[in-house]
């Protein structure tokens, strides 16, 4: 056999047999050997070489056996750590974990207003440091970086290849690269709502679900799919991007420019532009006051109070969202879709008839739910996207 198929197979061993111990430990070098068909031999050297490494720890001795006790080990989660960043354009946050995922420290800070990509990225390096130096932790054992980015991304080339509105600069851009070739350890990134999805997927509200989708309902609008446990982002990595989507037959013959229809209809911004074009049939709402300022979330508090304009418009709002359910549970079959993003804060106006719609229109049952980690699903997702890359 060739030096290359050598090395490549023991590799492979190697991984086999830390899986195992990760998945199946405490585990003796005996059941080892048995689960995976490897010889004794060959176990003992690849364990012995992931204890020397830290990979692997001893942690006992096996207690239901006779004559010789085998010595048990499992998979050291403190071997090292991984970092999580979640890049917003109001706020970046970071989060380092163990190799099994928990999270061991957290930090969050705004983002920089005004700043081109490199001034931008020099912050998030000097941000990184300080993280890092204040939880105790040393670059020496980071082993991998996740990254979520708003923006279209090219998850392979580990590039941000569309615009991000609220990140001025920040398009054609090697982020990984430029992360990788700073802190000298792999990195991947991917879009933050497809990595929502996968942190809901894995801990959260679509825990253990294959087919599900993530609505960020916030400044903007944006989806993300999951479909037979593998994230669907497209050959040109636009999947899951719904605010393009129509919602009737009279939205054909307008020009809805880069927002889309039904963003220009739902989003946070949508929300507010058609409160503000209603001022003209309801002159004594709330909203007319001029010292209300309208955004969103002034809206749903009015709606609270009883003001006609502002239930109208929360009414539409969740027939959007209704229209949109319907029609990606009906075509995909999901299990459930999972409503996010800074709107979704008032889910006590919009759940329970989005759910309505889908139970009267749906031809199989679909839960529809609001996100369990509304301000950390991007950043748990780039953690458990990088884990896996590792595992």
């Known amino acids: 056999m060739a030096k290359g198929s050598i090395k490549t197979l023991r590799v492979m061993n190697q991984g086999l047999v830390l899986q195992l111990i990760r998945s199946g430990g405490p585990i003796s070098r005996a059941d080892i050997s048995k689960r995976t068909g490897l010889t004794r031999s060959a176990v003992s050297a690849?364990?012995?070489?992931?204890?020397?490494?830290?990979a692997v720890l001893a942690v006992g001795i096996g207690s239901n056996w006779t004559g010789r006790k085998p010595v048990l080990y499992e998979y050291n989660a403190r071997s090292g750590f991984v970092l999580g960043l979640d890049i917003g354009g109001t706020n970046i946050s970071c989060a380092a974990a163990d190799m099994v995922g928990v999270?061991?420290?957290?930090?969050?800070?705004?983002?920089?207003?005004?700043?081109?990509?490199?001034?931008?990225?020099?912050?998030?390096?000097?941000?990184?440091?300080?993280?890092?130096?204040?939880?105790?932790?040393?670059?020496?054992?980071?082993?991998?970086?996740?990254?979520?980015?708003?923006g279209v991304i090219d998850h392979v080339a580990g590039r941000v290849v569309g615009a991000a509105p609220d990140l001025p600069d920040w398009e054609d851009l090697p982020l990984a690269q430029l992360i990788q070739d700073r802190l000298g350890v792999p990195v991947l990134i991917d879009n933050d709502v497809h990595l929502a999805l996968l942190g809901e997927v894995r801990r959260g509200a679509a825990e253990g679900c294959r087919n599900a989708a993530f609505i960020n309902v916030s400044t903007g609008l944006g989806g993300a799919l999951m479909l037979d446990g593998r994230l669907h982002r497209g050959?040109?990595?636009?999947?899951?991007?719904?605010?393009?989507?129509?919602?009737?037959?009279?939205?054909?013959?307008?020009d809805w420019g880069v927002r889309g229809c039904l963003e220009t209809m739902t989003s946070g911004r949508g929300i507010a532009e058609r409160a503000r074009a209603g001022l003209r049939s309801f002159p004594q709402s709330l909203l007319a006051d001029p010292a209300v300022k309208i955004t969103?979330?002034?809206?749903?508090?009015?709606?609270?109070?009883?003001?006609?304009?502002?239930?109208?418009?929360?009414?539409?709002t969740a027939d959007y969202l209704g229209f949109t359910v319907v029609n990606l549970a009906s075509l995909l079959d999901l299990e459930v879709v999972i409503l996010g993003g800074g709107v979704m804060r008032s889910a006590d106006l919009l759940l329970s008839k989005v759910q309505e719609y889908a139970d009267r229109h749906t031809p199989v049952p679909v839960a529809v739910t609001v996100s369990r980690f509304p301000d950390e699903a991007s950043l748990l997702g780039a953690i458990d996207l990088v884990l896996d890359s590792i595992r």
């Open 46 to 54: 690849i364990v012995s070489k992931l204890v020397a490494e830290g």
């Open 103 to 150: 999270i061991v420290a957290r930090h969050r800070f705004q983002t920089p207003a005004a700043l081109s990509r490199h001034e931008l990225l020099a912050c998030l390096f000097t941000e990184m440091q300080r993280f890092c130096d204040q939880a105790e932790l040393s670059l020496a054992d980071l082993k991998a970086v996740g990254v979520a980015s708003p």
């Open 235 to 254: 050959p040109r990595n636009f999947g899951g991007e719904i605010g393009y989507w129509l919602v009737g037959t009279e939205h054909l013959h307008h």
């Open 296 to 316: 969103a979330e002034t809206i749903f508090e009015c709606a609270r109070s009883g003001d006609p304009l502002a239930h109208q418009i929360v009414q539409e």
